[in-house]
Structures are given as structure tokens and as C-alpha cells.
């Protein structure tokens, strides 16, 4: 039987803004954003280290990614002044977790960061559903809004086949 192909749920700009500002803790803002800016999954960016971070080139390299595949992704300019300012406030291990669990030198839980954006979600008063892999659909989407090239999108995503990503043309204008 065939697969049922659902169309991703994605956030529009003015929803994910209203999702980060809702957020106090400069530690789930700084995840939530980079996991929106950088088009990161879950799992990507609880596992990140702070070396992986080349705020010269303005990259972020994402290492065993699924499929474990490695990546490189880029950096925006206003989260490297936020990662700066969250580096000030918590101080990570420079060989460690960039952003750490409760107990030291362990990385940050992926169910706790995907309660961090259902929380954000009721705050801000967004009722669309969509978890935190809706800000990676997003960021995809909105590349697409721009014009931005569907190959250049794809090695973004880190995807192997680019029917997976042409997906993201039935959810751009």
C-alpha cells in the first residue's frame, strides 16, 4: 500500500518570533533559535559542542547527524551575539555539551527541549500544532519563500534525496 505523504507543519515568521520571545531563559531561547536559524533537528542540537561553533567562518559543522552524516551548516550573525551572550550567563565546557543537562558534562534532554517549545507555543498563544521539528519545516519553507535553491536547501537539511526535500514546495507560497 502507498504512504500517506503529509504535508510538514511550519510556523510563520511572525509565530516563531512570538515563540522565542516568549522564552526567559536564555538557554531555550539560544536552542530554539538555533535549532529555527540553522534548520537543526532535536537531536542536533542537544548534542552540539561548543567547538563545533567557528564563529570566523560563521559555520556550525553538525557531526553524525541521522544517517550519521556530517554537515555544515551556517551561522546567522544575530545568534552568534546571542551564543555569546548565553556563553557569558552559563559558561559551557569548551571541550563539552554546548548546552548541558542537569547533571554536569551530560547534554541536554531532547524530550525536555520539545516541552521547552510546547510551553513557548501556549505562552505566546500560538495554536498551531507543531513540535520543535516544525521550526526545521520552517526554516526550510521560508528558504524556499525567498528563492533560495532547493539543492543549496537540501545539503542545508543534510538530506540524501531531493524528493525529500521538494516537500517543502507544497508549503511555500
Known sequence: ??????????????????????????????????AYSAGLRVSEVVSLK????????????????????DRMVSLSPLLLVMLREYAIEYKPDKKGYL??????????????????????????????????????????THLIDKGTDVTMIQKLLGHNDLKTTLLYLHTSN
Open 99 to 140: 548546552f548541558e543537562g542537569n547533571i554536569k558534562g551530560t547534554a541536554y534532554s531532547t524530550r525536555s527541549l520539545q516541552e521547552v517549545i510546547q510551553s513557548a507555543k501556549a505562552k505566546a498563544g500560538v495554536t498551531k500544532p507543531g513540535s520543535i521539528h516544525a521550526l526545521r519545516h520552517s526554516f526550510a
Open 50 to 69: 561548543t567547538y563545533e561553533i567557528d564563529s570566523n567562518r560563521m559555520t556550525i559543522l553538525i557531526r553524525q547527524g541521522k544517517g550519521k552524516k
Open 1 to 34: 500500500p502507498k504512504k500517506t505523504t503529509a504535508i510538514p507543519k511550519v510556523f510563520n515568521q511572525d509565530e516563531i518570533a512570538a515563540i522565542i520571545n516568549s522564552l526567559k531563559n536564555k538557554k531555550h531561547k539560544v536552542m530554539l533559535m538555533l
